[in-house]
């Protein structure tokens, strides 16, 4: 019998790249870039690494308030307006209802995102479910203990994993749902490497249309 999928997927917005909306149990945002107009204020921002296409000051500025709680990486913390917490990786911090668990993101064997870097990705425990957003990262050892509901994955290659090992990282997690990430930017990658990682993904995938969250 199929599991049934998580709860939080009805509530989770890809807004193209690795940038990501999640409506509650707060309102979340996860490298936020190029955001759509309108986008609601954020009350928890949480930033993976400092390369453009995930550290966006004018983005977050654009939905920062007061008593926005921002989260980075050291590197990226210092490209953003204070105040930001700095998290490391094996780092765990709780904001309001939600629990952050920082995990390492890097690539093995390249050096697009070297492990020293200090690159994260984040677990997210809220109302009784656990969102992986893997950050750009290859397939590492540390990733294959994250236990997850839903994991967001790169999928792209290049900088990141490709379809194929993002698989191989989908049967490492055994996550209830994985959805890609990481393409269709402009950037690196197209949806027909979100189709290829969907054709080889031992466990359901959701392919979220970018800015307005309707799965597809």
């Not at 995930?54 to 050291?74: F, K, L, M, W």
């Not at 913390?77 to 780092?91: M, T």
Request: net charge negative; charged share 20%; glycine share 8%.
């Amino acid at each position: 019998m199929a599991r049934e999928a998580p709860h939080l997927l009805a509530f989770l917005h890809w807004l193209g790249h690795a940038s990501f909306r999640l409506d509650r149990p707060q309102m979340i945002y996860l490298d936020p870039w190029r955001l759509p107009p309108g986008s609601p204020m954020a009350d928890l921002i949480l930033i993976s690494h400092d390369h453009f296409d995930h550290c966006s000051p004018q983005d977050v500025a654009r939905i920062r308030r007061e008593g926005t709680t921002v989260i980075a990486n050291t590197a990226a913390a210092k490209k953003l307006d204070p105040p930001v917490e700095v998290l490391q990786a094996g780092d765990l911090k709780v904001v309001g209802p939600v629990t952050i668990t920082a995990v390492p993101a890097y690539n093995v064997g390249t050096r697009f995102h070297t492990r020293d870097a200090g690159g994260l990705g984040f677990v997210l425990t809220l109302e009784g479910e656990r969102l992986y957003f893997a950050g750009d990262t290859d397939l590492t050892p540390e990733m294959k203990a994250i236990q997850c509901d839903v994991a967001l994955l790169p999928v792209s290659g290049t900088y990141v994993m490709d379809a194929e090992q993002a698989a191989e990282a989908a049967r490492a997690l055994s996550p209830r749902v994985a959805v890609p990430m990481h393409y269709g930017a402009g950037v690196v990658g197209s949806v027909e490497d979100a189709e290829r990682f969907r054709s080889l993904c031992p466990v359901p995938v959701r392919i979220l249309q970018a800015e307005g969250g309707a799965i597809r």
